[in-house]
């Protein structure tokens, strides 16, 4: 295919054919991965761009959008932390709303539903994203443009164009009792023991579980901080406060946490100290830090070392957490009291936790519809 030169065409603005250059250069290089004959769509650019002046937009106000948008963004973020939000939610908005401006690159007042769908597609496409990660995105941004219509710097929230946008639902499979009993039976320590039988009676998430102090524990009800700075109460059965009471009574510290942290190496005095004593560390005041509590991941580090042991598949504390709700429904407690009890927001998020079978449900059927 040959296309003209500008001495054919009589005077040419040569900065129009290098800008209608630079465009096509850069849409097939973004089309390199998807076209199997890139030049061939490059001779296919040039004939329909042919007719069209190209200009390339002057770009200084970029800078000053980027900056509305980055402002923005830090009051939403305040605004958010004084309504109660954890500095763990707030990373998330941030990250999340922070990637969408880098690919959108436009500022707050000039985005369009347009703009939001081609960002999903990009990402999907691109980048490989599973759908339930683009909709937490795309919830962020909504949340973002939710505030700023509230607080009347743009008139409408683009998503709102988008309708409902679905994320899958999937099965999430809680363990058997066989599976529980397993476990049980390769416990040793008194500290594991606790955490296990602590997540299958309360149903805790393991950051609310790390964050248990001493003096919120009241005979078997414990006051619980949840999710979104929201207290509820948790409860233990008797399995689980017989195991509370043994372990209790072989702390020897002063550690304001039901589970502390155990000092850092360096902190700890060697002298006069075996190898055997670092198994049960948490019986001895000289190994635990003053004021610090478990970690999260350390929790997960136990649960998965527990169930490799006893020969169990998967299990990790939000697993035993799904346990604690489906076994308390299959005994008869109304979801209503169940989605309490995990400190759920709204019912639809319990039933995604429940893992009954089709042979349970017909049961179910026969027992309560006439």
């Known amino acids: 295919m040959h296309f003209p030169d500008a001495e054919e ?4 603005d040569m900065t129009v054919t290098d800008e209608r250059e630079s465009l096509i250069n850069d849409i097939c290089n973004y089309m390199m991965p998807f076209a199997p004959d890139i030049q061939e769509a490059k001779n296919m650019l040039y004939m329909l761009v042919s ?3 190209i200009t390339s937009r002057c770009t200084e106000i970029v800078v000053q959008d980027e900056e509305r948008n980055e402002y923005l963004l830090k009051k939403f973020l305040i605004a958010k932390k ?5 500095p763990r939610t707030l990373v998330f908005y941030n990250c999340n709303i922070q990637g969408f401006f880098r690919e959108i690159k436009k ?3 000039d985005i369009t539903a347009d703009d939001i769908r081609c960002y999903m597609a990009i990402r999907q496409r691109r980048d490989g994203i599973s759908q339930t990660t683009l909709v937490n995105t795309i919830r962020s941004v909504s949340s973002f443009f939710t505030w700023l219509v509230a607080e009347e710097l743009v008139q409408k929230n683009p998503v709102m164009k988008l309708g409902k946008i679905k994320n899958p639902k999937t099965k999430l499979n809680a363990l058997t009792e066989l599976e529980v009993e397993k476990m049980r039976a390769v416990l040793t320590d008194d500290r594991e023991k606790l955490i296990i039988e602590m997540l299958l009676s309360t149903g805790c998430r393991v950051t609310e579980l790390s964050q248990i102090l001493l003096s919120e524990i009241d005979g078997t009800k414990i006051l619980i901080h949840g999710k979104g700075q929201k207290d509820r109460y948790v409860y233990l059965n008797a399995r689980a406060e017989l195991t509370l009471k043994t372990y209790l009574q072989q702390r020897k510290d002063n550690n304001p946490y039901l589970f ?3 000092k850092s190496i360096a902190e700890i005095p060697r002298k006069g100290i075996s190898q055997k004593a670092y198994i049960s560390w948490w019986k001895k005041p000289e190994f635990i830090s003053e004021e610090q509590h478990i970690t999260k991941d350390s929790i997960e580090i ?3 070392r527990v169930a490799k042991r006893a020969g169990v598949e ?3 504390p939000h697993k035993f957490r799904r346990t604690c709700a489906t076994m308390a429904l299959r005994r008869g407690m109304p979801v209503e009291q169940v989605s309490k009890m995990l400190g759920h927001e709204k019912l639809e998020t319990t039933q995604i936790y429940l893992d009954l079978t ?3 449900l017909e049961q179910a059927h026969k027992k309560y519809v006439v």
Not at 9 to 12: A, I, K, M, Q
């Open 107 to 109: 500022t707050v007042d």
């Open 9 to 12: 065409n009589g005077d040419v």
């Open 260 to 262: 502390p942290r155990m």
């Open 358 to 360: 089709e042979d349970e």
């Open 314 to 316: 998967q299990a990790n």
């Open 82 to 86: 004084v309504n109660g939000c954890t």
């Open 51 to 53: 007719p069209y002046e």
């Open 302 to 304: 136990i649960t998965k």
